[in-house]
Nanobody, 124 residues
Framework: QVQLVESGGGLVQAGGSLRLSCAAS????????MGWFRQAPGKEREVVASLPWSGDRTYYADSVKDRFTISRDNAKNTVYLQMNSLKPEDTAIYFCAVALTGICARSVNEYDYWGQGTQVTVSS
């Protein structure tokens, strides 16, 4: 069983920045693939960014490429999402997730555990 706790969400003006954190339980965090997803009202959950256990590559949705950065600190069992140049369309609940396979997964059904989510609201 893996527990995930997200933090760092909030209200920010367009053009601003936020840094989300996701702390994971378990002693094998370094073996997990990790991902950030988001879900806006009335829309499906979508991948934002992901990285594999090795952290040697990353995946970004086109909508956030060059604005968001995913990273991990295995010593702290934590994955981060740095979000810059935020836009109103980035408003959503953001979730982190664990892929036990360790891969750089891109779809919801490749992930095994999910956090409760943190709200990000970007005002215009």
């Amino acid at each position: 069983q893996v527990q995930l706790v997200e933090s760092g969400g909030g209200l920010v003006q367009a053009g601003g920045s936020l840094r989300l954190s996701c702390a994971a339980s378990g002693r094998t965090f370094s073996q997990y693939g990790m991902g950030w997803f988001r879900q806006a009202p009335g829309k499906e959950r979508e991948v934002v960014a992901s990285l594999p256990w090795s952290g040697d590559r990353t995946y970004y949705a086109d909508s956030v490429k060059d604005r968001f950065t995913i990273s991990r600190d295995n010593a702290k069992n934590t994955v981060y999402l740095q979000m810059n140049s935020l836009k109103p369309e980035d408003t959503a609940i953001y979730f982190c997730a664990v892929a036990l396979t360790g891969i750089c997964a891109r779809s919801v059904n490749e992930y095994d555990y999910w956090g409760q989510g943190t709200q990000v609201t970007v005002s215009s």
